[in-house]
């Protein structure tokens, strides 16, 4: 599975931005897939999981309420709804896909065995 993730850009705190995480393969549907985040000078960090049907999701407390994930398997793609940003919220946007699909509960970076090039979010206060 190759994982490629676009829509970053520069917003303004408070406002919106919609990531998206296209993937190639036959296999896709059948994964779990996250989204996770690097700040400048920190570690990367969970924040978000869905299942292999959109069934079921999860999110770091950070994001909670804020942030939405959702899935198109017939596009194969993935959605990062961001609203509310916060200048927090910068960072380079990656998402991975976890070849167990059935659960929402991945949250290290470690378990995931497929990696996207990132997206730039920058939101500006």
């Known amino acids: 599975v190759q994982l490629q993730a676009s829509g970053g850009g520069l917003v303004q705190a408070g406002g919106s931005l919609r990531l998206s995480c296209v993937a190639s393969?036959?296999?896709?549907?059948?994964?779990?897939v996250g989204w996770f985040r690097q700040a400048p000078g920190k570690e990367r960090e969970f924040v978000t999981v869905i299942n292999w049907d959109g069934s079921s999701t999860y999110y770091a407390d950070a994001v909670k309420g804020r942030f939405t994930i959702s899935r198109e398997n017939a596009k194969k793609t993935v959605f990062l709804q961001m609203n509310s940003v916060q200048p927090a919220d910068t960072g380079v946007y990656y998402c991975?896909?976890?070849?167990?699909?059935?659960?929402?509960?991945?949250?290290?970076?470690?378990?995931?065995?497929?990696w996207g090039p990132g997206t730039l979010v920058t939101v500006s206060s």
């Open positions: 991975a896909a976890h070849t167990v699909g059935l659960v929402a509960a991945h949250t290290a970076a470690r378990d995931y065995g497929y």
């Open positions: 393969g036959d296999s896709f549907s059948s994964y779990a």
